[in-house]
């Protein structure tokens, strides 16, 4: 394992006061229902951004990512502004002014990241980002806030610093998720719930498959279709998706204009899947989830159209080659899908998906299998 600590004096000068670490994760199911105000049920990845953190007095804060372009970023904590600061840089420089707009007192850090959370792969790498410098200097500053404070803090840089209008989901499970659980979370009064997640048990393996089409949620696409349901929800006058029942859709879709329709059922049905998979885990049914997940992308392609050829052909062969349910996570565009496997199947259906991009043209995808982990926390 690669010595951060080491390395952060390599390029800082001087040890850190500490390591801090916070994951990735993947949706199991609950997609474009947290700008809703609806029900997520998320868990981390082993799969963390490291950062290694040191106090600083004078105002300065010095950034440097092992994954970076191989310079420090100085920048000075009074003049951060949003929509200053360029590229990976803002979502950490966002913490520190949105803790300071929060009334926080941070003088500033030298921070060193370096992380094994694929990007661009709707693995949320950026959220991992943001709460592994969050956890930090609440360390470093003796701030006392809860992991919930933390993961606010964390979406507020990146929706008022970086830009992109994200939901509370991914900085959540970052934040506050806990080993060996899955996190039922509701976004709008962000009550948690622990639910007992054990694959091994079941004898199933959760086979992440990133299939390498880059997503751009800053790109405008992601901000339109938070747009279209906000509309959709004044339209329906409800204050958000969240409060539409299933025997409100018939009714709803004489109220609104057709291309809002599919995006509010969608909604509407994929709450309604988060309470069945919520459900099945409680009951031990873990096997259950599989058809919840088949049927959550059928709807996320159909419905709210944030697939793609590659996200689609990994659900299809997997499926073929007898997983229990497949579907794709994270903001869609691109990005990574998520298949439930027997462990025995598990070779069978990595290599029906293989085959069947190399049968398409598209590149080779890679693939990992997942555990359910823990959320930010100190590690050094």
């Known amino acids: 394992m690669i010595d951060v600590v080491k390395e952060f004096d390599a390029v800082h000068g001087t040890a850190p006061d500490g390591v801090w670490a916070a994951p990735g994760r993947v949706n199991l199911i ?10 997520v049920l998320p868990m981390a990845l082993s799969h963390t951004t490291m950062a290694a953190a040191r106090r600083r007095e004078d105002g300065q804060l010095r950034l440097f990512s092992a ?11 009074t003049e951060l502004t949003p929509g200053v ?8 420089a966002g913490v520190v002014w949105a803790l300071g707009e929060a009334g926080h007192d941070v003088g500033g850090a030298d ?29 470093l500053y003796d701030l006392g806030l809860t992991p919930p404070e933390l993961a606010l803090v964390a979406q507020r840089a990146e929706n008022a610093f970086v830009g992109v209008p994200c939901g509370v989901m991914d900085q ?7 080993e060996g659980t899955a996190l039922h979370l509701d976004t709008r009064t962000l009550e948690q719930r622990h639910v007992p997640l054990d694959f091994e048990a079941a004898g199933l393996y959760l086979l992440v498959v990133d299939t390498r089409v880059k997503h751009d949620l800053g790109n405008g696409a992601y901000a339109a279709l938070r747009t279209d349901c906000e509309r959709a929800a004044g339209l329906l006058g409800v204050p ?12 709803a879709d004489d109220r609104l204009p057709p291309e809002l329709r599919p995006l509010v059922r969608h909604v509407v049905t994929e709450n309604l899947r988060v309470a069945e998979a919520v459900n099945c885990l409680n009951g031990g049914d873990v096997r259950g989830l599989g058809a919840i997940l088949t049927a959550g992308h059928i709807s996320l392609r159909d419905d709210y159209r944030v697939s793609c050829p590659e996200t689609d052909l990994v659900v299809e062969a997997a499926v073929d080659a007898g997983a229990l349910g497949a579907r794709m996570t994270g903001g869609g565009f691109g990005g990574s899908v998520i298949t439930l496997v027997e ?19 598209f590149p080779a995808p890679r693939s990992f299998t997942a555990m359910p982990a823990a959320g930010a926390r100190r590690i050094r």
């Not at 609950?30 to 029900?39: A, L, R, V």
């Not at 959540?172 to 806990?178: D, F, K, R, V």
């Open 67 to 77: 994954q970076g372009d191989s310079r420090v970023s100085a920048l000075a904590v």
């Open 240 to 251: 958000a998706l969240r409060d539409l029942a299933l025997a409100d859709l018939e009714a």
């Open 172 to 178: 959540m499970a970052s934040a506050c998720c806990t």
């Open 111 to 139: 921070l060193f990241f370096r992380s094994d959370v694929p990007t661009g792969a709707g693995l949320s790498s950026s959220a991992a980002l943001e709460c592994a410098t969050a956890a930090a200097l609440n360390d």
């Open 30 to 39: 609950g997609e474009h229902t947290d700008y809703n105000d609806g029900f």
């Open 343 to 361: 462990t025995a199947t598990v070779p069978k259906v990595e290599d029906n998906i293989t085959r069947a991009f190399s049968a398409a043209g």
């Open 85 to 92: 600061v360029a590229g990976w840089a803002g979502y950490p």
